[in-house]
């Protein structure tokens, strides 16, 4: 059983790593949208908004202002 500190270190460890993971999600999303634009498969494109505005505002411990980076997507600015 791990120590108190060891679990809490543990636990921030584990946090930054989701942070981490999760902005490169976001990243990735961001590019394929781009390149769904790019091949004309504007039917893609509002359900790929759709799920990165839900990404972006998912709970992070800020608040979720981590992960509402300001960007166009498409036609549209998010924030």
């Not at 809490?8 to 942070?19: A, D, F, M, S």
């Amino acid at each position: 059983m791990p120590r108190p500190a060891e679990a809490g270190t543990n636990t921030v460890e584990l946090g930054k790593r989701h942070i981490t993971d999760q902005s490169l999600r976001i990243q990735r999303l961001r590019r394929l949208i781009a390149r769904l634009e790019r091949d004309s498969q504007f039917d893609l494109v509002p359900d790929a908004v759709r799920h990165l505005v839900q990404m972006e505002q998912s709970p992070s411990p800020d608040g979720g202002r981590l992960f509402r980076c300001a960007g166009t997507v498409g036609d549209q600015t998010t924030f």
